[in-house]
């Protein structure tokens, strides 16, 4: 075995990599192939266009949540070592800034178009601004998990991340009036998608779509290891998420410089699929956003810009992913071993 990094002595002490038939789920290098699929969107729409703002302020690292240390990530100035048992109150005032006014700013947007987004909510966050879950349902949009803490769950034991999925459930579910019918974690585990699918299971709760998934531009469906006996299996949905059109480059050492950046990255993402429906391959494109990020003045024209110049558009359908998934579902029911 080779590898690019110096690991030091330590890495071979770690036991070797073993599958698990409970939660790993196998790689697919083919997809759809050559021809992709024509998901039919509605009305003979060229693209179905999903935006979705990841609600996470007040739910990151901080000793007043009971973390050890304070955030580092995702803010004007990220990187660095964190404080550890001090508050970091900078940080804080620039997540707080997201959900002062950066959620409003986007919601006031996509209202007044009438576009519907989806919300990728993070519990704890919700916790703390129970108005933004109210107004998210009362206008008609989507209101998805983003689990219950905006946290790292990679080496969390499973029987403790499964609580914390329950946690967001309940969480969100008493904030919104309503169960999120899709998950996205973003910092996930090796086992979640497994435990995702477990806890819904337990739940009761409808599971309609999961987006940790970079790997289309369409959706697609999954066979999920623990239905592997069942009789009835029902698989999972994925609907494929975005590290590229997302404004958390903004943040990262080699992401967007400038608003226009932003707009310039996105329009010629849409550009590109639109072309490829009009000639008979839609696809679907997801625009992640940050209220703390792009709720900011200068880089929320830049969103605003994209916003006008795709309403000008014909052909384009805005939708919720668990519109997206609704009529996926309805038009490609889960048949086992099969994307769609």
């Given at each position: 075995?080779s ?5 030091g002595?330590?890495a ?15 790689r ?13 969107w509605?009305?003979?729409?060229k693209?179905a266009?999903?935006?979705?703002i990841?609600?996470?302020e007040g ?10 240390h304070?955030e ?20 804080e ?5 997201g ?7 986007l919601f ?67 904030t ?26 337990e ?8 987006s ?20 009835n ?8 998420y975005?590290?590229?059109?997302n ?11 400038a ?5 310039d ?15 008979g391959s ?5 625009i ?7 709720g900011?003045?200068a880089?929320?024209?830049a ?25 996926f579902?309805?038009?490609f ?8």
């Amino acid at each position: 075995m080779s590898t690019p990094y110096n690991l030091g002595t330590d890495a071979l002490k770690v036991a070797p990599f073993k599958w698990d038939d409970h939660y790993d789920f196998p790689r697919n290098l083919v997809g759809f192939g050559e021809k992709s699929l024509n998901p039919q969107w509605p009305n003979g729409a060229k693209i179905a266009v999903s935006f979705v703002i990841n609600y996470e302020e007040g739910a990151e690292h901080t000793v007043l949540n009971g973390d050890v240390h304070s955030e580092t990530h995702l803010w004007e100035a990220p990187g660095g070592t964190p404080h550890v048992q001090e508050r970091a109150v900078n940080i804080e005032s620039e997540y707080d800034y997201g959900a002062r006014a950066g959620v409003w700013r986007l919601f006031r947007l996509f209202n007044k178009h009438n576009f519907k987004y989806t919300l990728y909510a993070v519990g704890q966050a919700l916790e703390g601004n129970p108005a933004v879950a109210r107004h998210s349902v009362e206008n008609g949009h989507d209101i998805a998990s983003h689990a219950y803490r905006w946290i790292d769950y990679h080496n969390m034991p499973a029987e403790q991340e499964k609580e914390y999925i329950r946690k967001a459930l309940t969480s969100i579910k008493e904030t919104s009036g309503v169960y999120p019918k899709g998950w996205y974690y973003g910092r996930l585990s090796p086992r979640s998608h497994a435990l995702v699918w477990d806890v819904y299971k337990e739940m009761g709760v409808p599971l309609l779509w999961e987006s940790d998934s970079y790997a289309d531009d369409v959706p697609y469906w999954v066979d999920v290891p623990a239905e592997k006996d069942s009789p009835n299996p029902e698989g999972m949905l994925m609907i494929p998420y975005s590290y590229d059109c997302n404004d958390y480059k903004f943040n990262v050492a080699t992401g967007f410089g400038a608003p226009h950046d932003f707009y310039d990255h996105v329009k010629g993402a849409f550009d590109v699929l639109y072309e490829e429906g009009s000639e008979g391959s839609p696809k679907m494109m997801t625009i992640g956003l940050h209220c703390r990020c792009i709720g900011k003045p200068a880089r929320f024209a830049a969103l605003k810009k994209f916003v006008e110049y795709i309403a000008a558009k014909e052909g384009v359908w805005v939708a919720t992913r668990t519109q997206i998934a609704e009529h996926f579902r309805e038009k490609f029911p889960y048949k086992k071993g099969q994307l769609a």
